[in-house]
């Protein structure tokens, strides 16, 4: 993965020094060259590939043009910021959509589940721009209650009431765009599992109805729910820039869109990879997920 970026990033038009030339008219052609030598741009992109790589395996990030700062205290920041962000969104959407896919299971094809099944493609069709510009418009704009952007406010103390009044419409946005699919997941676990032999047995031994929903069904309906989190866990943590740009929060989606347009490879190579590792390892902890919650399944 890092090879492919760095290619990628390599066949970008122009590099930093030809963005330097652009805003200092007083840099000459002798001066391009002269510092396209010195950070090594005059060479193939293989080469200058395996020196970056060399430097990574090493623990040394580099340093960001655009920040002007070293690479790792540009990035842990950002990094808080959307963990933060992206954590409690996920928290808040898990804590709605799992007990109301469970209870729309129970009886499928009622008034009620159609209404679930209605708001939970809502939630997957709306853009999640125009959702966050919605709210914006509603509560900040007509009633005040909330800040439109931003992480605090100018000139306030950064406390915790002002950091939780900002990340309430970013947050809300992010859980009613992703609500959907988890409901929809796990109304579908739930419906797959009831028609399985265990459920008709634990019926025939008198299990009470919550019992098998809870201790049986439940326990099995989690593994696509947990397949679908593995495979978002790398989005966690690579930032959402839709919701992060309208909202002015500065996350790892704001800095890796930033570091590619200004063509800052140190920061978005870093980042972008931090991404892929983060998926990786959300597939890893999902294949141990399903030892704990399937005990036909055994690493031995």
Known sequence: MSFVVYGLMGLMPGDPIDLMIASDPHLSATDALR??????????WTERYLAWLLQVLQGELGYSRLYARPVLDALLPALGNTALLMLTALALALTVAVPV????????????DHAVNL???????????????MLIVVFAVSLGWLP?????????????????????????????AGMGQYVRHMRAAMIGEAHHDYVR??????????RIVLRHQFRNALIPVTTILALE????FSGALITETVFAWPGMGRLIFEAVMGNDFNLALSGLLLATAMTLLGSILADLAYAALDRRVSYR
Not at 119 to 133: I, Q, R, Y
Not at 233 to 236: F, N, V
């Open 35 to 44: 510092l396209k030598a010195l950070y090594g741009l005059d060479r193939p």
């Open 148 to 176: 439109a952007s931003g992480i605090e406010d100018v000139g306030g103390d950064g406390g915790l009431a002002e950091r939780l009044r900002h990340m309430a419409l970013p947050v809300a946005t992010l859980a009613l």
């Open 233 to 236: 866990l790398g989005g966690l």
């Open 201 to 210: 047995t634990a019926r025939a031994k008198g299990c009470s109805p919550a």
């Open 101 to 112: 896919g469970i209870v729309a299971s129970l009886r499928p094809g009622s008034v009620f």
């Open 119 to 133: 708001v939970a493609f809502a939630s997957v069709s709306l853009p999640t721009f125009w959702l966050g510009l």
